[in-house]
């Protein structure tokens, strides 16, 4: 069964304070790993997309890095506006014709000023 | 920027009756989808749909779940009889591609309370 683990569940920086959150999985063939942020009474927000190991993306305060069994969500000098939840989701092979995603629990992220 | 709406925002119904969630997914995406996400958990995949019929499923879609496409532009979930458990956020999500990393884009959601 595929899964994906996300760590910390929650967590509380100061504004400026730069941080990494952790999505680990187990998946048997990956087709892409997603990051998504999600404000409070709103659906996922697409971020990033990843494929293979070794791969970067960025986008303003956010990284995030893909290795074999991990994913890396960088934040650097983060702002009260970066509080949300980020959500890592895997896309695996499936029997249809459509890959769904597999979510984790998510990061609570909260920035204070 | 192109985005998938949902409707109603919230519904409320009563125990064993029927409901229809709406969607209108991106207007070139082919691939669809729906998930819940019950309050404090993490989102679930429901079902994917592509080319008018159910590419794929969850255990969670048993027989009170069906989906739709009845015209070119609305995509629609409908709960049978509904059940207290069934309360949750359903979101709906599109994509253009099935497979090969093609990223969801998601709803605003559809907030389901059963009482």
């Known amino acids: 069964e595929d899964q994906v683990t996300q760590s910390p569940e929650a967590l509380r920086l100061q504004e400026g304070e730069s941080s990494s959150l952790n999505c680990s999985y187990t998946?048997?063939?990956?087709?892409?790993l997603f990051w998504y942020r999600q404000d409070p009474g709103k659906g996922p927000e697409f971020l990033f997309t990843?494929?293979?190991a070794g791969e970067e993306k960025e986008k303003e305060r956010l990284k995030a890095t893909l290795t074999k069994k991990e994913s890396f969500l960088h934040i650097t000098a983060p702002k009260p506006e970066d509080s949300a939840t980020y959500l890592c989701?895997?896309?695996?092979?499936?029997?249809?014709?459509?890959?769904?995603?597999?979510f984790g629990k998510g990061t609570h992220l909260i920035i204070q000023p | 920027e192109p985005e998938v709406t949902q409707t109603p925002s919230h519904q409320v119904t009563q125990m064993g009756q029927e409901v229809i969630l709406r969607c209108v997914p991106i207007?070139?995406?082919?691939?669809f989808y729906w998930y819940r996400q019950i309050l404090g958990q993490k989102v679930e995949f429901l079902v994917s749909?592509?080319?008018?019929?159910?590419?794929?499923k969850s255990e969670i879609f048993d027989d009170q779940f069906s989906v739709e496409r009845p015209d070119g532009s609305n995509f629609t979930l409908k709960i049978r009889s509904t059940k207290l458990e069934d309360s949750a956020m359903y979101f709906c999500?599109?994509?253009?591609?099935?497979?090969?990393?093609?990223?969801?884009?998601f709803g605003n959601g559809t907030r389901l309370t059963v009482t």
């Open positions: 999500a599109s994509s253009e591609r099935g497979r090969g990393g093609s990223p969801l884009h």
């Open positions: 998946v048997s063939g990956l087709r892409g």
């Open positions: 990843l494929y293979s």
């Open positions: 989701a895997v896309q695996v092979p499936s029997g249809g014709g459509a890959d769904g995603l597999t």
């Open positions: 207007s070139n995406h082919l691939y």
């Open positions: 749909f592509y080319n008018n019929e159910i590419s794929e």
